[in-house]
Every structure is written in structure tokens, then in C-alpha cells.
């Protein structure tokens, strides 16, 4: 099993990469059809693998050859000085000099954590799997590649269009090397392997934004730049942390030791990483104040708005969040990241009412969505974290085909403006129906969009916490608002003969559509199945004894109303044999081809259908504007907390430095013991071994505190070895002591008696 672990993380990773390669090469478009259709198959193959292998298997984790591991290592910090070179390049040629300052940062950091601080501590498991980055792989695999393929036809009309040179080459090759550092960012364990996937997300992003080389192309492909490596650095910043305080470049240990740390009260340790790791989090997935960069990168082909910015780059915000949740919670970190993710829900889904611009409110609901995820990640309670996976599930599937939609209906009617989708449903019949689809799985019940957003309500009541209850409510609300008024748009239909143009949609298309809605429909079919066969294991490892946060019984019924509904729009497709008359217009008509007639006063009127955007209530800069200052406000205020404690507790942190040294040094790192239950022996018996020196420098020899702590342990594991050895001879057993992996349960036992 660990082959196959560590063969199918390697050929997920490594084979999107190939494929890119590739494609930078290929000119011709029937070979890059070719190449493309045949890698988006392996890699959704390869991803279904993955989850049929390890998810009747639960987390599994596997290690890497200490020689490859290193020379892996020296090859992922290649790859960040080269992505930082890079965007310093790109930053001298556009004179855009926050990034060129940002990049500089970010390299010296990185090169300085990579070499001085992530250099001397092992990785026993540098690749993991669980459920979580399975239900992540899949998205990546399945509907990443979905994308990819329908982007062969969407891009052949963009081309024909541009005057400039054809740059489909670099346009796919982006898109492939984007889907290998995804799952990179899922499946590796090695944090310092995992900055480095997050880095070439992040530049992707910044070459498929800037693609179209506009001048608003390019500004906000720099603007995303610059919010994201704020992000980056944080990260490292993070990691510099952990390699220091804790002596780990492992996900599962950070955690774990976290939550030690934690429950031992030693929050000084805690709250700076997760705060920075959160803030790494935020940038990714667009959170206020940082929300702007996604809002920019609608000017991207549309392909790159459903990869980058609904279903795949903005997810690896949340995972990250959503990873780090069972230390999140009522502690700062946790308060910070349920607020901000929920200012976030409710301003961004009320400027979404003000927008009549498809990919706007397309981008709007994104953030929105994001921000009510990462609110849930921040309860940090297994009810909220199951809400939060199944909101991750449920917006990739539906958002990714609202973009796809969008971009078909804007090459085909000229307009990506939600008052000109008028008689959508005979202009495009079929792509209606996809469409309303969609929107529907987005906030109708019984898709699962408002399933989980039932279940996130539910939390937070659970958690007594009174304002996140109210902005779930009101930014609800204003979901259920701009939502409405699009449906309504595609669903009126007044037969005025328009003609059907969605004849010379691309096969590509097509396909890609067909899969998004059938993953939209099947994903909410299937919800008591993912729950119970996914989603609950992931969470029962996690906080142990958990239940779906709704009955199987409820989401089975759902499930069956989910398929009724489908059947409606979709089933009945054939031509009406119903008679079609010209609209009624309640007085003289006087064209109703055209909706016209005479008014009171024997004036000519056209009767149109248009919504109401309320733009002097929910104005798209006020509500920003508000949203920015009180998320800018909460991370200002909670790092300026944190710095302030570290200064103030400055002693204690350095006591902290001073056992982890000798951690280092000592028997007890040899034998497997890990750092939290050295430092909780150093402090329970440095008292003791201060009151009694003299007596055992002249009794035992031991002549410092490590001289102490690597004696204690030994004499812990003789006991354990006598106490095994006794029990095998009672019971005629042949097993040997547990050794370091069994230390916890010896050394609790001397504790309790002293010495």
C-alpha cells in the first residue's frame, strides 16, 4: 500500500506537470485537442483511483526515502526562487514595484527557512491521504479536467477574435501545471512541499489573469500578485515559526501538537501560526479585506474564472482553513476566522444585488460562499466542519457550471448582462436549462447548497455565538435576493420568435456542461452517500465520535426531491404541441413581437422586464468599503494582540526555545517521543531537579536539567520493558515494550508518583 500511496500522489502531481510541458510544444490545435482530451481522462482516472483505494482505508501517510526527500527539497526551493525571479522579471518589466518589493521578501524568506530553519528537522511522512484531500482530489481531478476539455472550444472562439498572436500553448500548459500543484497543496504533508505547490498556484493565477496582455488584463493580474504573496509570506512566516518553536515541517504534527499545546494552556505557542496560516488562507480564497484580486480576475477567459476562481485556487483557501479547524474554535484564531469569514458572507452577497453583470455576481456569490466556509471552519466544531466540506462539494460543482454557462451565453448572444438573457430559453433552450440548473443547486432546497447552509445555521446555534448567527441570516437572505432575480430572468419566457443560436456551441462545450450538471445533480442524489461514506470517517478521526449533522433519513428525502426536479427541466426537452399566442398586453397592442402598445395618453410604450438592483441601498464600494475596514480592523487588532503577548511572555518563549534544544539533543527525540510530552516533563520536574542538584550530582552523576530529563527516560523505558516482560510471561506472549511510541503511557505514570 505504501507504493501505491506514495506511485499515485507522485503520478497526480508529476503527470499535469508532463502534460504542460507538452502543451508548451504543441502549436497545431487538432494535436492539442488531442493531448488535452487524453490527459483530462488520466487525470479524472487517476483521481477516482485514488479515492477507491484510500477511502475504505481511512488517513494513511507514507514516507519518502531520506535521499530523494532531500533532493526533492533542494528542488522545490529551486522552483520558489525561480517563481520569485520571476514575478521580479514581470514586476521591472511593468514597473509594478509593491510586487518586486513583495517577491524579494518572499525569496529571502523562503531560501532562509528552507536552508537555516526546515534543513535539520526531519520529515518522517512527507505525503498523506484522508478523506478530506480525497473529496479535494476529486474536485481537482474531475472537474478541473471538465474545464480544461470544454476550454478547447471556448478558447478556439476567443482566439478567433484576438488580433494578436495564438497563445493557446501557454494558455493550456498554465492551466495543467495549475491542476499538478493542487494536488500538490492536498496531498502533501511536508509543509515546506506544500508552500512551494501554493507558490505555483499563486503565479499561475497571475499568468492566466494577465493572458489577454490588456492593460486591465495586466493590472489586475498584478493586483493579484501582490495580495497573494502578502499571503505567501505569511505562510512562511508560519513556517519559520513552527521549525523554530515546534521542530516540525509536518501538517499532521502541527495539528497535533497544537492541540496539545492548547489544552496545556501554552496559547503563546498557538495563536501567531494559526493566525498567520489563517491569513495565508484568507488571500487565497479571497476573503475580505483581500477580496478584490478575484473581483479583477474576471477580466481572464472564462475558463480561468471556473478553474482558478470557483472550483479549484480559491478552494485551497478554505481546505487550509478547514485543515486547521479542530484548533480553531473560541480561542483568538478561531474568533477571527469565523468573523471575518462571515462579514465576509454577508457584504459581499448584498454588493452581489447590486450587479447585472453575470461574472460579477458569478464572483460576488464566490467570496461570499468562501466567506460562510471559512466561517464554519472557525466554529471549529465537527457539525460546522461537515457543513463547511459539503459547502466546498456543492459550490465547485454548480459554480463551475454557472461560469461555463456564462461564457458560452456571452460568446452566443454578445452579453454577459443578466437584463439581456431575456428569452434565454429560446435563444439557447438547452443551455437554459443547464443554467437554471445550476442557479438552483446554488440556493433552491433540496440541492445541497441550502442543505448545508441548514446545517451551518444549526452550528452556529450549537455554538451560542449571536452574531454569526445574524450575518448567516441576513447574507442568506441576500443570497436568496440576487439568486431570484437571475432565475426569473432565464425562466420568463414570452414567445417573441427570437432564433435559436446555440446551434454552434463546440462538442467540447457540450461535454463539459453535461458533466458539471450531472456532477451538480449526482453530488446532491448522492449526499447521504458522501456523507456517510466520506465525510462522517473524515470528521470521526478527527473529533472521534461525530454524526451526519442531518439525518440520513432527511438528506435521502432531499435527495429523491433533487431527482424530480432534475427530471422536470432537463427530461422534457422535445417541441411543445401547445398552441403559442402573442403576449397579452391588458390593453391595445400595438406590436407584440416586440412587447408594444398604447399607453393612457395614445403614447407608443414597450413593455419590458427588468430587476431591481438597489444600488443606492447595497452600492458595490459601500458595501466594500464597510467590509474591508471591519476585516482590516480584526487582523490589525488580532496580530497586534498576538505580537504583544509574545513580547510580554517574551521569558516564557524563551524557556519554551531553551526545551526544545534539548529536545533536540536528548534520547527522548531518538525514541520517537514527540516535543510536547518532553516540554510537559521538562516544566513538571525542572522545579525538582532545582531543589535537589546537589543530591543527584553526588548520588546519580547527573550534573544538568538534559542530564535529568534523558535519565528520567530511561528509567521509564526499563520499567516499561520490565512491565511487558512480566505481562508476556503471565500470558505467554512474545510481543516486546512498545518502546518510544508507547513513552505517553509510561511516562504518565511515573509523573502521577514523582520520584
Not at 460562510?372 to 463547511?388: N, Q, R, S
Request: glycine share 8%; charged share 10%; with cysteine.
Amino acid at each position: 500500500m505504501e507504493t501505491i500511496g506514495v506511485g499515485t500522489i507522485a503520478f497526480l502531481v508529476l503527470f499535469p506537470m508532463l502534460i504542460a510541458f507538452i502543451q508548451l510544444l504543441v502549436r497545431d490545435d487538432r494535436a492539442r485537442t488531442f493531448i488535452t482530451v487524453i490527459g483530462a481522462l488520466v487525470i479524472a482516472c487517476a483521481a477516482v483511483f485514488l479515492a477507491y483505494e484510500f477511502v475504505p482505508l481511512g488517513s494513511q501517510k507514507f514516507a519518502i526515502n531520506s535521499s530523494v526527500a532531500e533532493l526533492l527539497g533542494y528542488v522545490m526551493l529551486a522552483i520558489d526562487v525561480l517563481l520569485c525571479l520571476y514575478i521580479i522579471g514581470k514586476g521591472i518589466a511593468h514597473k509594478k514595484y509593491i510586487a518586486i518589493i513583495l517577491a524579494i521578501v518572499q525569496l529571502c524568506l523562503a531560501v532562509y527557512v528552507d536552508l537555516f530553519v526546515a534543513d535539520g528537522i526531519a520529515v518522517s511522512h512527507a505525503l498523506y491521504v484522508d478523506d478530506l484531500s480525497v473529496i479535494m482530489a476529486l474536485i481537482i481531478g474531475i472537474v478541473g479536467s471538465g474545464i480544461a476539455v470544454y476550454a478547447l472550444g471556448y478558447m478556439r472562439v476567443h482566439e478567433a477574435h484576438n488580433e494578436g498572436k495564438d497563445r493557446r500553448n501557454v494558455f493550456f500548459a498554465v492551466m495543467f501545471a495549475f491542476l499538478g500543484a493542487m494536488f500538490g497543496i492536498v496531498l502533501f504533508n511536508s509543509l515546506t512541499w506544500m508552500l512551494c505547490a501554493w507558490e505555483i498556484t499563486t503565479v499561475c493565477s497571475f499568468a492566466l489573469i494577465g493572458y489577454t496582455r490588456t492593460k486591465e488584463a495586466i493590472d489586475n493580474s498584478f493586483l493579484q500578485i501582490v495580495l497573494n504573496l502578502i499571503g505567501g509570506i505569511a505562510f512562511t512566516c508560519a513556517l519559520f515559526w513552527i521549525g523554530n518553536c515546534y521542530g516540525v515541517m509536518e501538517l499532521d504534527k502541527f495539528l497535533a501538537y497544537s492541540l496539545t499545546f492548547s489544552e496545556n494552556g501554552y496559547t503563546l505557542l498557538v495563536d501567531l501560526p494559526l493566525l498567520l496560516l489563517a491569513l495565508a488562507g484568507f488571500t487565497k480564497a479571497a476573503q475580505m479585506p483581500f477580496h478584490k484580486w478575484l473581483l479583477g480576475a474576471m477580466v481572464a477567459p472564462t475558463p480561468t474564472s471556473a478553474l482558478l476562481h470557483s472550483s479549484t485556487m480559491v478552494k485551497a483557501g478554505v481546505f487550509l482553513l478547514i485543515k486547521l479547524a479542530p484548533c480553531l474554535g473560541f480561542n483568538l484564531p478561531g474568533y477571527i476566522v469565523m468573523i471575518v469569514g462571515g462579514a465576509t458572507f454577508l457584504f459581499c452577497a448584498l454588493a452581489a444585488i447590486s450587479q447585472s453583470n453575470a461574472k460579477r455576481v458569478l464572483a460576488y456569490s464566490t467570496i461570499s460562499n468562501l466567506g460562510l466556509i471559512a466561517a464554519c471552519a472557525g466554529v471549529g466544531t465537527d457539525g460546522a466542519v461537515w457543513a463547511a466540506i459539503f459547502l466546498v462539494i456543492f459550490h465547485a460543482v454548480a459554480k463551475s457550471l454557472l461560469f461555463l454557462c456564462v461564457g458560452t451565453a456571452e460568446h452566443h448572444i454578445g452579453s454577459r448582462n443578466i437584463e439581456d438573457m431575456d428569452d434565454l430559453f429560446e435563444r439557447m433552450p438547452r443551455l437554459a436549462r443547464l443554467m437554471s440548473i445550476g442557479i438552483m443547486g446554488m440556493f433552491v432546497a433540496p440541492f445541497g447548497m441550502l442543505v448545508s447552509k441548514w446545517a451551518a445555521l444549526e452550528a452556529f446555534a450549537q455554538s451560542e455565538n449571536v452574531i454569526l448567527i445574524l450575518l448567516l441570516v441576513f447574507g442568506s437572505a441576500a443570497t436568496f435576493m440576487f439568486w431570484a432575480k437571475w432565475l426569473g430572468k432565464i425562466l420568463a419566457i414570452a414567445n417573441s420568435g427570437e432564433e435559436d443560436v446555440e446551434l454552434t456551441v463546440s462538442t467540447s462545450e457540450w461535454v463539459s456542461l453535461g458533466l458539471m450538471t450531472v456532477l451538480t445533480v449526482g453530488c446532491c442524489v448522492g449526499f447521504p452517500l458522501i456523507s456517510q461514506a466520506v465525510v462522517v470517517p473524515y470528521l470521526s478521526g478527527v473529533f472521534n465520535n461525530v454524526s451526519a449533522a442531518i439525518s440520513s433519513s432527511d438528506l435521502w428525502i432531499m435527495a429523491v426531491i433533487a431527482i424530480v426536479i432534475a427530471v422536470v427541466f432537463l427530461g422534457f426537452t422535445g417541441a411543445t404541441k401547445k398552441k403559442v399566442v402573442p403576449v397579452y398586453m391588458a390593453g391595445i397592442g400595438t406590436d407584440f413581437k416586440d412587447r408594444k402598445f398604447l399607453n393612457s395618453f395614445g403614447g407608443e410604450l414597450e413593455a419590458t422586464q427588468r430587476n431591481w438592483y438597489m444600488t443606492e441601498f447595497f452600492d458595490e464600494k459601500k458595501m466594500s468599503f464597510v467590509g474591508i475596514v471591519v476585516t482590516l480592523v480584526l487582523l490589525v487588532g488580532s496580530f497586534g494582540f498576538a505580537a504583544q503577548t509574545v513580547s510580554a511572555q517574551e521569558n516564557v518563549l524563551n524557556d519554551i526555545n531553551a526545551e526544545h534544544a534539548s529536545y533536540e539533543q536528548s534520547i527522548w527525540a531518538q525514541g520517537g517521543a514527540d516535543f510536547p510530552l518532553y516540554m510537559q516533563y521538562y516544566q513538571y520536574y525542572q522545579s525538582y531537579y532545582e531543589q535537589n542538584k546537589s543530591t543527584l550530582q553526588q548520588q546519580m552523576n547527573v550534573y544538568s536539567m538534559d542530564e535529568f530529563m534523558n535519565m528520567l527516560y530511561m528509567q521509564m523505558y526499563s520499567q516499561q520493558m520490565s512491565n511487558s516482560s512480566s505481562s508476556s510471561s503471565s500470558t505467554g506472549g512474545s510481543d516486546s515494550a512498545g518502546g518510544a511510541s508507547d513513552t505517553s503511557d509510561g511516562a504518565t505514570s511515573t509523573q502521577g508518583g514523582g520520584m
